[in-house]
């Protein structure tokens, strides 16, 4: 390797991978590495993969196949994430440039790791499974939102749905100590950040192992953090959401009016065969706690289409639940057969083009719920923390504590910073976004 220690780092997969990168980042700061913008310029390139779904993983191996001609430049790959935990050593196999494999339970052994890289060594590897008991926590995460900090409550998942790769490739349930975590808030307050978003795979399914706070408990004090003003958490699971988590939002105001429950289906005998462990009814009730709060809540989802033994008479049950709840946002994913997991071994009947047009017949309804909801914001001010600015239009962007996408002009000269709250009346609105001026 050069004598100067570069690194290039591409991050796939949801916030939690985006978090773990910000702490691998930080990491090889640690160690002495400095980053770079492109792969030409690194002596280390690392990719922080997702396995969710096929799309996903091949993405990875279509980019390890494009850069293997970069390898000749004596460059070194390390692949991270779920699908060097889900693959392991075959990934050796396919890439065989590929230097270094870590699943992200290991990635508290990434020091060691990479002095057995620089000391030469090809085929290091760290994959914990489901083993391990530790976190990933370091004080010197990377924080590359200018706006937004990340917190990681919880790690791994014990629900195993029938479905998803996720208890194979991020191991068991583990918790951090609700001081520790408290501890971080406010740093990232004497930091000057305004917003944290904390995350887990199941946020809500949080177990301080120090007995302390409950999850709405925990929700509160973040929320009382001096300096923050606005909490976020993704994403919860309807098995273990519980109604004193709506009553804290209705009690701290930073914490904001938003909550993702997903579904994943509107018919009991499918969110059966997901082994989700509960019936529609069962998440409606949640859902009507949350509709009884004083704020008005919004709400999003994810939803699967095309899951083994799915008929268009469950579909129908899906588009009336959507009905029903009238979401904000739905996330909406053709069923993906997954290595390792139940699903696997189920009859996957349902050709591709029928689960693409249910999907399009899904969010083609949604889509219209969400017209009706954007709508209703007409005229209304609210409180829009600024996340950029976009030229060609003219318009800052920001976002409602709602999280819906506000975009607005502004009669001052110069925009005002990302991060910088302003108050908009709204003057359009659209499907997925609402349009407004700064009053
Ligand atoms: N822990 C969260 C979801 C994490 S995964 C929960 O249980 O709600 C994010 C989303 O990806 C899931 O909600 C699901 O809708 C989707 N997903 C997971 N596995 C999938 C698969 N095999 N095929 C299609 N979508 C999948
Ligand atoms: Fe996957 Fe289910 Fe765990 Fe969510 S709860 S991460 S969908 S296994
Ligand atoms: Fe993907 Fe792993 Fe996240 S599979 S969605 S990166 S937990």
Known sequence: MASEKTFYLETFGCQMNAHD????????????????????DAGLILYNTCSIRDKAEQKVFNRLNDYKKLHKAGKRFGVLGCVAQQEGEKIFERAPYVSLVSGSASYRKL????????????????????QTDETFETEFAARTNPYRAYITIIEGCDKFCAYCVV????????????????????R?????FT????????????????????????????????????????????????????????????????????????????????????????YLERIAWIKAAR?????????????????????IQTMDLLAQVEYDCVFGFKYSARPNTPALTMIDSIPETEKASRLQVLLDRQREIQRVNYAKHLGQVMEVMVEGYNPAREQVTGRSS??????????????????????????????????????
């Open 21 to 40: 990168s910000e702490k691998v980042i930080g990491t090889l700061h640690q160690q002495g590495y400095r980053q770079v913008g492109n792969e030409e």
């Open 111 to 130: 020091p060691e790791m990479l002095r057995r890289l620089e000391a030469g060594e090809t085929r290091i590897t760290g994959l914990d499974d489901r």
């Open 167 to 186: 208890p194979y490739t991020r191991g068991k349930e583990r918790s951090r100590g609700s001081n520790s975590v408290l501890d971080e808030a406010r």
């Open 188 to 192: 990232i307050a004497d930091q000057g």
């Open 195 to 282: 917003e944290i978003q904390l995350l887990g795979q199941n946020v809500n399914s949080y177990r301080d192992p120090e007995g302390k706070r409950s999850f709405a408990e925990l929700l509160a004090t973040v929320g009382q953090v001096e300096g923050i003003r606005r909490v976020r958490f993704m994403t919860s699971h309807p098995r273990d959401f519980t109604r004193d988590i709506v009553d804290v939002i209705d009690a701290v105001p930073a914490l904001c009016d938003h909550v993702h429950l997903p579904v994943q289906s509107g018919s009991t005998k499918i969110l059966q065969a997901m082994a989700r462990d509960y019936t529609v009814e069962w």
């Open 295 to 315: 704020r008005s809540i919004s709400l999003s989802t994810d939803i699967i289409v095309g899951f083994p033994g799915e008929t268009p008479d469950d579909l």
């Open 402 to 439: 709602q999280n819906k996408p506000v975009n607005f002009t502004c009669a001052q000269p110069i925009a005002p910073a990302p991060g910088s709250y302003v108050q908009v009346k709204i003057t359009a609105t659209h499907p997925n976004s609402l349009v407004g001026e700064a009053v």
